[in-house]
């Protein structure tokens, strides 16, 4: 069509639409990549992110595709080889090793700020992107056969397709009037760097307790980066407490599987809700990422499950570069029919997962030491589940 301004337009420049945007630029699409923030440059001195992420297996695939992967690693990402899981209360325990998936590794342990920086700097030496930071989207029109966007500045895009990436709180998918089935945990996840006596082997360990899971990831410089997993009243105390008392009882929540622990960065919390679109496509739109569903951060997976849309979208429209147009609808289903069951099955059995573990009442009880045990006995179910956490299922 003549007169567009891009192929597609991408909202939202989080690890998702930044990994959207470069794979789309690089399979040939023109893409306008808009964000309400400008790229915040990164340092290594600087202090560590506190949004750190378990990378899968899968996503680190995508960034390879995506020729980023020698960057990520210079920036310190640290690989995980062992993922420990076990129950306060009904005992049972789970192991996997890099071996049950015949790789070095399981995943990496990824701190948002430098993954973010590195897609930045690629998505600047990208010629098919132009960037629109910060700029927001004050009006939205999707017609038959192009996208009409008005930007802040007054600045108007044509495209013929929009991926909207712009977070949990999506303000497109607002304004597109497309609903989530959403369910408040009524939980909270405090997120740290501890400090710990003992080595933390490049495992990630998780141990389930009554008021939900409660997570150490092993980084690069020999911490542990916590999810700590609580009802909304208990994650507020733990946060008012000063830091001696803080590690202390994080110490005896986490059984001293470490040793002691040593010492603790400023923390922060997040609330914890599911959210899954209703559709994953309206139109000549698509949903990416958390603006497509939010899931519990038990397994780690939000934004794996992202990038797995990332991977997905870029197969399908693969499908429509002969026609050149990115905003053609069979291409659309497949991704929205793909990605939304997908979705659907993940966040639900976390959930499942989150309830049947963080309660003490007996029944569960009796049912999840034999659970864990038998899972990790038996070998090909182990494994099952190995190719699960690294994202090939
Ligand atoms: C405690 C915790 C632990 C987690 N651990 C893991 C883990 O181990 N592994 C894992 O895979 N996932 C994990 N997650 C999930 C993960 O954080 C999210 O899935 C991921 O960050 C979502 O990335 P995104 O790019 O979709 O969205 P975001 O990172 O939210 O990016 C959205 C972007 O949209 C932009 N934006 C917003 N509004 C506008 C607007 N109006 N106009 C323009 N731009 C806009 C924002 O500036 C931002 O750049 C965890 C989540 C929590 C809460």
Same mark, same amino acid.
């Given at each position: 069509?003549?007169?567009?301004?891009?192929?597609?337009?991408?909202?939202?420049?989080?690890?998702?639409?930044?990994?959207?945007?470069?794979?789309?630029?690089?399979?040939?699409?023109?893409?306008?990549?808009?964000?309400?923030?400008?790229?915040?440059?990164?340092?290594?001195?600087?202090?560590?992110?506190?949004?750190?992420?378990?990378?899968?297996?899968?996503?680190?695939?995508?960034? /390879?595709?995506?020729? #980023?992967?020698?960057?990520?690693? *210079?920036?310190?990402?640290? @690989?995980?080889?062992?993922?420990?899981?076990?129950?306060?209360?009904?005992?049972?325990?789970?192991?996997?090793?890099?071996?049950?998936?015949?790789?070095?590794?399981?995943?990496?342990?990824?701190?948002?700020?430098?993954?973010?920086?590195?897609?930045?700097?690629?998505?600047?030496?990208?010629?098919?992107?132009?960037?629109?930071?910060?700029?927001?989207?004050?009006?939205?029109?999707?017609?038959?056969?192009?996208? &009409?966007?008005?930007?802040?500045?007054?600045?108007?895009?044509?495209?013929?397709?929009?991926?909207?990436?712009?977070?949990?709180?999506?303000?497109?998918?607002?304004?597109?009037?497309?609903?989530?089935? /959403?369910?408040?945990?009524?939980?909270?996840? #405090?997120?740290?760097?501890?400090?710990?006596?003992?080595?933390?082997?490049? /495992?990630?360990?998780? &141990?389930?307790?009554?008021?939900?899971?409660?997570?150490?990831?092993?980084?690069?410089?020999? &911490?542990?980066?916590? #999810?700590? /997993?609580?009802?909304?009243?208990?994650?507020?105390?733990?946060?008012? $407490?000063?830091?001696?008392?803080?590690? *202390?009882?994080?110490?005896?929540? !986490?059984?001293?599987?470490?040793?002691?622990?040593?010492?603790?960065?400023?923390?922060?919390? !997040?609330?914890?809700?599911? &959210?899954?679109?209703?559709?994953?496509?309206?139109?000549?739109?698509?949903?990416?990422?958390?603006?497509?569903?939010?899931?519990?951060?038990?397994?780690?997976?939000?934004?794996?499950?992202?990038?797995?849309?990332?991977?997905?979208?870029?197969?399908? $429209?693969?499908?429509?570069?002969?026609?050149?147009?990115?905003?053609?609808?069979? @291409?659309?289903?497949?991704?929205?029919?793909? *990605? *939304?069951?997908?979705?659907?099955?993940?966040?639900?059995? !976390?959930?499942?997962?989150?309830?049947? !573990?963080?309660?003490?009442?007996?029944?569960?009880?009796?049912?999840?030491?034999?659970?864990?045990?038998?899972?990790?006995?038996?070998?090909?179910?182990?494994?099952?589940?190995?190719?699960?956490?690294?994202?090939?299922?």
């Amino acid at each position: 069509m003549r007169g567009l301004d891009a192929d597609i337009a991408v909202v939202g420049a989080g690890i998702a639409g930044a990994s959207a945007a470069l794979g789309l630029a690089r399979a040939g699409w023109r893409v306008a990549l808009v964000d309400a923030r400008e790229p915040e440059p990164w340092s290594p001195r600087q202090a560590p992110d506190l949004r750190v992420y378990a990378l899968a297996q899968a996503s680190a695939e995508l960034f /390879t595709q995506l020729g #980023v992967w020698p960057e990520l690693l *210079r920036r310190g990402l640290h @690989p995980y080889r062992r993922m420990r899981v076990w129950d306060a209360a009904g005992g049972g325990e789970l192991g996997f090793d890099a071996a049950d998936i015949a790789r070095p590794e399981l995943g990496w342990i990824a701190p948002q700020a430098p993954v973010q920086d590195a897609l930045w700097e690629a998505l600047a030496r990208e010629p098919r992107v132009q960037r629109h930071c910060p700029e927001r989207i004050e009006e939205l029109e999707s017609g038959a056969d192009e996208v &009409r966007l008005e930007l802040g500045s007054g600045r108007r895009l044509r495209v013929r397709l929009l991926v909207a990436a712009d977070g949990a709180l999506s303000p497109t998918r607002e304004r597109l009037g497309i609903a989530s089935a /959403t369910h408040d945990y009524g939980q909270r996840a #405090v997120v740290a760097y501890v400090g710990h006596a003992e080595a933390h082997a490049d /495992t990630c360990w998780q &141990r389930f307790l009554p008021g939900g899971p409660l997570a150490f990831l092993p980084c690069a410089d020999g &911490r542990s980066s916590i #999810v700590w /997993t609580l009802p909304q009243a208990e994650a507020e105390r733990v946060q008012a $407490l000063d830091d001696e008392a803080f590690l *202390r009882d994080l110490e005896r929540a !986490f059984d001293v599987r470490l040793g002691a622990l040593t010492s603790v960065s400023p923390r922060a919390s !997040f609330p914890l809700v599911r &959210r899954i679109a209703e559709r994953f496509v309206q139109g000549r739109i698509a949903l990416l990422g958390d603006a497509a569903r939010n899931v519990h951060p038990l397994a780690g997976q939000g934004l794996n499950l992202g990038l797995a849309d990332v991977r997905v979208l870029l197969d399908a $429209l693969g499908e429509a570069m002969p026609a050149r147009d990115p905003g053609a609808p069979a @291409p659309l289903a497949r991704y929205a029919r793909s *990605r *939304r069951s997908d979705s659907s099955i993940a966040a639900l059995a !976390f959930e499942q997962i989150n309830r049947l !573990f963080s309660n003490d009442h007996p029944l569960p009880l009796l049912l999840r030491g034999p659970a864990l045990g038998l899972v990790d006995r038996l070998v090909p179910l182990r494994r099952f589940f190995a190719a699960h956490a690294a994202g090939w299922r």
